[in-house]
């Protein structure tokens, strides 16, 4: 491969970097908003559909987060989401714990809608 065909490749991979990274940032607050519902939908109780679906959002922004230049938020995501799998894993958990990480789900979402960049 010739240069100028080196450097038509690294463009348009980089255009296409920017505009994924573009995607993620314009989709961050529905995805802040989704999981503060999902966080409200599930019951301690009996953790449901609501708990299968956090999982995933958060797995998915953890490696999209870091990925696109998010590290804390990313960080963040991840933690969450392990804690939630170690929730799920139970029969049963105490419904402090299920409080506990509910409420910091709850900051996670806030803080990623105030400045997403600045969770550290």
Known sequence: MDD???HAADQQFFSRL???NDSFASGLPSTLARLGQLGGE???AAPNAAAA?????LHT???SAVTFGYRGLGQHARALEQR???LMTFDAV???DW???LGELGEFVEAGRRDPRALG
């Open 4 to 6: 100028r065909m080196q």
């Open 18 to 20: 920017a505009s994924a």
């Open 42 to 44: 599930l019951d301690p």
């Open 53 to 57: 679906e956090l999982q995933a959002m």
């Open 61 to 63: 922004v953890a490696g």
């Open 84 to 86: 939630l799998r170690v």
């Open 94 to 96: 105490a419904h402090a």
């Open 99 to 101: 409080s506990i990480w």
